[in-house]
């Protein structure tokens, strides 16, 4: 079973920076894909980015382009999200996933329920 802890939340102001980490168990196969996604109270689980770790390709939700910046440490199994010009709209619990795709992994369309794994969340809170 693989675990995800993430880390790194926090209550920042508008404009702010923060950088989440993800700690995981193992970088294997079935950790091929990895992913952010967030939750705000009410809403669904959306993707904000995903890491390819064979390739190192990215993908960023229109929310976030430009603005975050997903990136991995293989040494220390660890995956980052560094998130930048902080917005009241990107307040949420934000989820570190995984799981073992390949060809999809990028393409932007992967929904939170072909995420084997999860983490138990990081609360960001941006105040305007």
């Known amino acids: 079973q693989v675990q995800l802890v993430e880390s790194g939340g926090g209550s920042v102001q508008e404009g702010d920076s923060l950088r989440l980490s993800c700690k995981a168990s193992?970088?294997?196969?079935?950790?091929?894909?990895l992913g952010w996604f967030r939750q705000a109270p009410g809403m669904k689980r959306e993707l904000v980015a995903t890491f390819w770790r064979s390739g190192g390709a990215t993908y960023y939700s229109d929310p976030v382009k430009g603005r975050f910046a997903i990136s991995q440490d293989h040494g220390k199994r660890t995956l980052f999200l560094q998130m930048n010009s902080l917005k009241p709209e990107d307040t949420a619990m934000y989820y570190c996933?995984?799981?073992?795709?390949?060809?999809?992994?990028?393409?932007?369309?992967?929904?939170?329920?072909?995420?084997?794994?999860w983490g138990p969340g990081a609360q960001v809170t941006v105040s305007g």
């Open positions: 193992e970088f294997s196969r079935r950790t091929t894909c």
């Open positions: 996933g995984a799981n073992d795709r390949s060809d999809s992994c990028v393409s932007g369309r992967l929904t939170s329920a072909e995420f084997f794994y």
